[in-house]
């Protein structure tokens, strides 16, 4: 069954290819829904996985900050998330 990330009652990605770690799915990017992803500036690192870039989202004119990151430049030991999306404040990830 494939997994699905909903927020504010919408399905922003459902896909059967995800990539767990650390407890996280992450989506493969054509299984994401792109016109609910406002770009951020924000970015964080991790000392094994390297810099994440965010996303917010935005459903019927709500917006969740910073709700969706992803890692366009992995380290070498998380290279299976290369631009793959994962989702978290709220974002409910489920299998179908």
Known sequence: M????????RVIAEGENT????????????????RFLVPS???SVCPWKGTAHYYSLEVDGVRNPD???FYPDPKP??????????FWKGVAVTRE
């Open 41 to 43: 500036t924000t970015t």
């Open 19 to 34: 990539v767990e770690i650390e407890g996280n799915h992450y989506f493969a990017r054509e299984a994401v829904d792109e």
């Open 67 to 69: 709700a969706v990151w």
């Open 77 to 86: 030991a998380a290279a299976e998330i290369r631009d793959r999306l994962a």
């Open 2 to 9: 494939p997994m699905q990330a909903v927020w504010n009652g």
